[in-house]
């Protein structure tokens, strides 16, 4: 028997991160009916460098979602340094603003519930099933829900990417990611990136008075030393930059939070008919800064594409082919690049030669720059 329409949202959001907040407010915009379920309960913390490539800004003034009132930070500068301390500086073409996401997830989920979507929090989607031309979710045994399109904007490793048998979740990934809040006698123009072996750690300003540090490193030498703490004082601080920050720097939370299994596999952006949205669609390496970006920018051509499938302008079939297709144009060769540029860091000898590239040459560096960004929108 076909669910009565009554029961049906228009669509159905999984994930309240930057990704599944932005197609809320654009969907809700449009007066579609949208409910949005997230795991956590804001606001929280979560690993991530904070920093906001500026090519989002106008589009986020535009929809009433720039978080203005919040103070971002306003950063102009980029500097990278070597594992043993060499250190090369220059201007950001595009620039960014750095905002926490404590505050920034829960400005975009209120943004969102002001144009009527319904924001549910402590809801974890257990799983998500096809069935005709409907969805049904399913969070318990007696709370499913019905919708005409699903976002799947569930981030970089969910139990749904477990649930819907994704490829990418089989392979181990070997990265970790820690994140710190520190206040400090630090540039707020500048958003600093720190080789040392086995990773990359960044640092800029966010709102307040507060810096974020938040660095990706290998499992293996955490595994090998043991804590975190002891990463950080045998292998970090080999590089003088991190020494003086990690023994000069007040850390405002108690611990750092960290997370595992981080993975820059390919994924597919349409999976069993739901729409992939941010990093579940794919995650651009972090040293680009721009993660947050590629998920707001995905974010607005989904939701343009499900308007007009809701509106009766195209079918599924359409939807889904013309989504992937955009996607893969916009987002598949930044991926890549991304990729490729990791290779450069982590180790002395090509993170030396990285430095050596930028004071060398200024305009390859921007080259690359422009190759892992988008343009502004
Ligand atoms: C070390 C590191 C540093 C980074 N630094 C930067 C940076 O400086 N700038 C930048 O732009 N990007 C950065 N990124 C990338 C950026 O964090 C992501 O690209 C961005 O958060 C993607 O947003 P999203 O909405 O796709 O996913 P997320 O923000 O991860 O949100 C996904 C949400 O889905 C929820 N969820 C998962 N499963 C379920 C479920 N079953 N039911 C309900 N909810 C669920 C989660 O709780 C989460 O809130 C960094 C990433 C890492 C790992």
Redesign the pocket.
Known sequence: MKPDKRDMYDVII?????????NANLLASKGWQVIL????SYP?H????????NEVVSFLKQTGCYPEELYPAQITRFQLTSTNGKSAEIPLDLG?FGIS?YSF?PFLAAQASSRGAEIIEN????HIQFIKDYFEVK?SKDAVYRSRVVIG????????DSFLNRRFFKKRSP?I???YHIRGDFDNNL?CLHNFHGGYC?I?KIEDDTF?L???SLRAPLKKLGTVHKLEEEILMQNPFLYHIFNTATFVFDKPVV?NE?SFATKDPVCDHILM?????G??T?L????????IH??AILSEQVHRFLSGQTNRSDLEYRYSLLWRNKFGLRLLVGRQIQNLFGTSVLSNLAVSLIKKSGSLSEWIMKQTHGKSF
């Open positions: 999984v994930g309240g991160g930057v990704g599944g907040l932005i379920f997230e795991k956590k929280f979560r690993v991530c460098g904070e920093y906001v490539s960014g996401r997830d809801a974890s989607v257990q969070l904007a569930f981030g970089k490793r969910s139990n749904l990265y990611g820690v994140k958003i960044g800029s974020n938040c660095y990706l997370i981080i949205s941010g990093d579940a669609a995650m651009i972090p680009c800064g721009n993660g947050m970006a590629m998920a995905s974010a």
